[in-house]
């Protein structure tokens, strides 16, 4: 299995910025970024495949952005314009399938355990 480790959460202000960080034991066919908030299933927010092709989920596509940096394992996530609705756990996820990128937790079999994100109004 691959071994993932969430970084840069934190809490900011509404309309603030960002970045976290995924890091990856290995090079995957494709990864993605999801969120989980009390009470609520955890959804898909921002998959890129090998090859960049990248999705966004409508919630977020604008404001976030996500990347990998493949000679570091790396995945990124750049969020702008942050809402007080963006509170939530995010998680790194992973999968050495091949296929489009996919925003659905089933096609993912390697998850990080979190990092928190709080957006205060």
């Known amino acids: 299995q691959v071994h993932l480790e969430e970084s840069g959460g934190a809490s900011v202000q509404a309309g603030g910025s960002l970045r976290l960080s995924c890091a990856a034991s290995?090079?995957?066919?494709?990864m993605g970024w999801f969120r989980q908030a009390p009470g609520k299933e955890r959804e898909g927010l921002a998959a890129?495949?090998?090859?960049?092709?990248?999705v966004y989920a409508d919630s977020v596509k604008g404001r976030f952005t996500i990347s990998k940096d493949n000679a570091k394992n790396t995945l990124y996530l750049q969020m702008n314009s942050l809402k007080p609705e963006d509170t939530a756990m995010y998680y790194c996820?992973?999968?050495?399938?091949?296929?489009?990128?996919?925003?659905?937790?089933?096609?993912?079999?390697?998850w990080g355990q979190g990092t928190q994100v709080t957006v205060s109004s």
């Open positions: 996820a992973a999968t050495s399938r091949w296929g489009r990128p996919s925003l659905s937790r089933s096609d993912y079999g390697s």
């Open positions: 290995r090079y995957t066919a494709r």
């Open positions: 890129i495949q090998s090859d960049d092709l990248t």
